[in-house]
Nanobody, 119 residues
Framework: VRLVESGGGLVQSGGSLNLSCVAT??????????INWYRQAPGKVRELVAS????????TYADSVKGRFSIVRDNVENTVHLQMQSLEREDSGVYYC???????????WGQGTQVIVSS
């Protein structure tokens, strides 16, 4: 499974960004993976931001982003979007897409996309 993230960049505090993660895998296989977005700020551990198990249900968020971020899964395009609003400086970091098989727990990571929120 190859994951490619895009959509990062520089944004002012209070602004919005939409990140995308495209998985190069068959549609039937994609559905077997939980897709997670992690982020890592300089000097900090990587933290889980949001997860999507399936299209309709199964989304979870870190407390720090609830109400501001939305994870949207498209099982037709094998894509997961992370829609980020009301961005804060603390949201800055490298955002990584992660795919974890629901049965085997095998994981795959993308290369990351940088998000910088300026005050």
């Amino acid at each position: 499974v190859r994951l490619v993230e895009s959509g990062g960049g520089l944004v002012q505090s209070g602004g919005s960004l939409n990140l995308s993660c495209v998985a190069t895998v068959s549609t039937s296989t994609f559905k077997l993976y939980t897709i997670n977005w992690y982020r890592q700020a300089p000097g900090k551990v990587r933290e889980l931001v949001a997860s999507a198990t399936d299209v309709i249900t199964g989304t979870t968020y870190a407390d720090s982003v609830k109400g501001r971020f939305s994870i949207v899964r498209d099982n037709v395009e094998n894509t997961v979007h992370l829609q980020m609003q009301s961005l804060e400086r603390e949201d800055s970091g490298v955002y990584y897409c992660n795919a974890r098989h629901q049965w085997t727990q095998t994981e795959y990571w993308g290369q990351g996309t940088q998000v910088i929120v300026s005050s």
